[in-house]
């Protein structure tokens, strides 16, 4: 079948690449606040864009079913750590906040104990993102962006945002555009290169895993 593919068609078997499910609005939000960040760019060209973004790791080994293979003449005399990937019910999970400029620099990740309110986010800006980003950068050199997840998005945390770096400073809630991940490049690179390096030594307990994660992120940085 694969020779009729290939050499009879002249085609290739193609892996679907999944993509964000958008709305007409969503469709328009994302046309208007692009071109407010193009705007923005011609007229800040000297500032850094810091972006940022959450991820849970999982103590639980990743499988990716198409690429994780094992080679065999029979599944029955393969040994058990071999072709099966054990699952735990629910695995424990750490939450890092990965903060990268659009320099290529990066600030220590943080890791967050527990669920991600508005009131830790504050706090989390406050004492650690801002003061490290201030010493990266010197006051008044970088841009803060973030995306619309609800801790992000509250009064209370937006007001802050303002307060402590202007509007020229912050990317507000009204600047991102929805459901855009292909923007964030903590999206599209450094959290799979991460988890990729994570996972590699399959650590047995969370605080390994932030150890791998650590380095993983600091990597990242000179590559």
């Keep these: 079948m694969r020779n009729l593919v290939r050499f009879d068609l002249g085609m290739r078997s193609r892996a679907v690449v999944p993509v964000q499910m958008l709305t007409v609005i969503q469709r328009e939000k994302r046309l208007e606040r692009s071109k407010k960040i193009l705007n923005w760019l011609k007229s800040n060209p000297g500032k850094v864009v810091v972006f940022s973004d959450e991820k849970n790791f999982v103590v639980d080994k990743y499988n990716n079913r198409r690429n994780d293979r094992y080679i065999a003449k029979s599944a029955a005399d393969t040994d058990a750590s071999v072709k099966y990937v054990p699952r735990s019910k629910?695995?424990?999970?750490?939450?890092?906040?990965?903060?990268?400029?659009?320099?290529g620099k990066t600030i220590p990740p943080i890791w967050i104990?527990?669920?991600?309110?508005?009131?830790?986010?504050?706090?989390?800006?406050?004492?650690?993102?801002?003061?490290?980003?201030?010493?990266?950068?010197?006051?008044?050199?970088?841009?803060?962006?973030?995306?619309?997840?609800?801790?992000?998005?509250?009064?209370?945390?937006?007001?802050?945002?303002?307060?402590?770096?202007?509007?020229?400073?912050?990317?507000?809630?009204?600047?991102?555009?929805?459901?855009?991940?292909?923007?964030?490049?903590?999206?599209?690179?450094?959290?799979?290169?991460?988890?990729?390096?994570?996972?590699?030594?399959?650590?047995?307990?969370?605080?390994?895993?932030?150890?791998?994660?650590?380095?993983?992120?600091?990597?990242d940085e000179h590559e």
């Excluded at 508005?118 to 406050?126: D, E, G, R």
């Design 90 to 103: 629910h695995p424990a999970k750490a939450m890092m906040l990965g903060v990268v400029g659009s320099d």
């Design 113 to 219: 104990k527990g669920n991600l309110n508005a009131s830790m986010y504050k706090h989390i800006l406050a004492h650690q993102v801002f003061p490290a980003l201030d010493a990266t950068y010197g006051q008044g050199n970088w841009v803060w962006t973030q995306d619309g997840a609800p801790s992000h998005t509250s009064d209370a945390v937006q007001k802050y945002i303002i307060s402590k770096l202007s509007s020229k400073g912050f990317w507000s809630k009204e600047m991102w555009p929805p459901s855009s991940p292909n923007l964030n490049p903590l999206d599209y690179f450094v959290w799979t290169h991460v988890t990729a390096e994570s996972l590699r030594y399959q650590p047995p307990q969370c605080r390994r895993s932030e150890g791998f994660c650590q380095q993983g992120v600091g990597r």
